[in-house]
């Protein structure tokens, strides 16, 4: 005669409990990790894309991010360049204005050449001249 032992109802169902929830934590570790992998690969594309790109590439971005930056301020009323295209010196803080600011039409209306910034001036020089009074485009600043 064979005496088989059968486990108890309750200790399969936990055994079997136990087995589901460790089938759905591997699972959910391997998603995980696929999400992990393609955020890093899509990490390095971007970053290999912009390295590859040349220096005029790279130039142009940056002055489109300029000169937009710039026409916000336009916009505000804080930049009244006597230039077109507007100088970026003072923009960049390069001269005596602060916070993307540019002043140079409001000084040579003052007659205080002094304080226009050097890009202005050669600007006004070569024929870029945009002032709202036509004939601060003729200044001399030698």
Not at 80 to 90: A, G, K, N, R, V
Request: proline share 3%; glycine share 4%.
């Amino acid at each position: 005669m064979v005496v088989v032992l059968a486990e108890p109802l309750e200790e399969q169902v936990v055994v079997e409990d136990r087995e589901v929830y460790m089938k759905k934590i591997k699972s959910l570790i391997l998603a995980s990790l696929l999400v992990i992998v393609i955020l890093v690969s899509l990490i390095f594309y971007s970053s290999a894309t912009f390295q590859k790109q040349g220096f005029e590439e790279k130039r142009e971005k940056l002055l489109e991010q300029l000169y937009s930056n710039i026409d916000e301020s336009i916009l505000e009323g804080k930049y009244e360049c006597c230039i077109e295209p507007p100088c970026t010196m003072c923009y960049l803080g390069h001269w005596i204005w602060e916070d993307g600011t540019c002043a140079c039409d409001e000084m040579i209306a003052k007659g205080e050449l002094d304080k226009v910034c050097p890009q202005c001036k050669r600007g006004i020089e070569e024929g870029e001249c945009k002032s709202a009074n036509e004939s601060f485009c003729e200044i001399s600043f030698d």
